[in-house]
């Protein structure tokens, strides 16, 4: 079992799984957003929601705001957006630089699960939540590492997903040791993306190359979304 929250989570299962069933009213409307989702991948991210939802309070892993819609705002926004990338790589190993909590890595994982995931964190208890969610969930194609992103050894990093996790031309700057040329580096963005683009530094636009790779929607939100490449092209 996970270390994460050992008291609370060693004390009864049995008692726990029965507090989170009966917390949990949040709305769940996965099966009426896509057809014929696979069943077992929807109860998959479904327990993944709950537990999100039930250990927000204590680690503030999402905006308490957004608990309510969550299945839209985090959930389906990764699906659609995790989709995109999983079609749009042919990398087997994928990591979530910072990924907090666990999103989008978690959920890719399960959209995948012949794919390897490594979420990357420096946050100690938002690794133990994953790790815990792992457990929990029965999740086997991912690691979770307590890491800074600039300690990965180098060139290791082929492929990279983040969500929320800094402006493009930090993030680049962050993954510049661990990125290979040809590395992959995809980005979840609003439709500003465009403006963040037009900040990266030139020096840095000789070393990495950005492109939009699609754009999105999530069900009854007008607002466009983003999947941006970046290409590391030299050392």
Known sequence: MSKFDTGSLAANEKSQEGERRGEFSRKWRIQDWFDNFDVEKEKKLRAYFIELIHFNGRINLISTRSEENGDLIHITDCIIAGSIILGSTKQREIYDIGSGNGLPGIVMAILDPDRQFVLIDRDAKKIEFI??????????????????????????????????????????????????????YFHMKSDSWVREVAQIPTQLCAFWEPSLVSEYQLPTVESKFSVVLTKKIRE
């Open 131 to 184: 790790k815990h969610i792992c457990s929990r969930v029965g999740i086997k194609n991912v690691s979770a590492q307590q890491a800074r992103v600039e300690d990965l050894k180098s060139g290791t990093v082929h492929c990279a997903v983040s969500r929320g996790f800094a402006s493009l031309s930090k993030s680049v700057i962050t993954l510049r040791k661990a990125s290979p040329v040809g590395g992959e």
